[in-house]
């Protein structure tokens, strides 16, 4: 299970830190599979180190799980080819992880990571995001625990798609 590290962080007074749920989402997803978190470029406007064990370790801090899966994540699209692109990158990603679900944050991604074969629950409203409109996500979950109990569910009764 794949999960954006935006989905799990709030910007705090010293900066970005962990929602106070994230550690039971993180717990709870362990109950049906692996949790993937994906680091980004930057978070919440603060770029990340450019080298991946660095950009990783720090994830596992800011996490406080040194064990924590941890992968790059996948730029968000700009536009149709980044949307073609982002989509062979999302394939590579659940290619190398076998993830099958992902929670982000963010509509922009869920057209390029329906079309890899992965399913979408997005945190919050799509809006009018006129891609989301046309690939909507399988669930828009209010907060962090409703994404995770939805895929909990979805798992627990092998449920193609619940409302």
Do not use: C, N, Y
Not at 60 to 77: F, M
Not at 83 to 104: F, G, K, P
Request: cysteine-free.
């Amino acid at each position: 299970m794949l999960i954006e590290l935006d989905a799990l962080m709030i910007d705090g007074a010293d900066g970005p830190r962990p929602l106070d749920e994230a550690s039971d989402a993180l717990a709870r997803i362990g109950l049906v599979g692996t949790a993937v978190v994906l680091a980004p470029a930057s978070l919440r406007g603060r770029p990340l180190p450019q080298d991946t064990a660095a950009k990783i370790d720090l994830v596992r801090r800011l996490l406080g799980d040194p064990a924590l899966d941890v992968v790059e994540g996948v730029a968000v699209p700009d536009g149709r080819r980044d949307v073609d692109d982002a989509t062979h990158v999302w394939q590579t990603v659940v290619e190398a992880t076998t993830a099958r679900w992902l929670v982000t944050a963010q509509a922009l991604v869920i057209a390029p990571a329906r079309r890899s074969g992965l399913r979408v629950v997005l945190i919050g409203a799509s809006g009018s995001s006129p891609q989301a409109a046309i690939e909507p996500a399988e669930h828009e979950a209010r907060d962090l625990l409703d994404a995770i109990g939805h895929i909990l569910t979805a798992e627990t009764f092998a449920i193609d798609a619940i409302a």
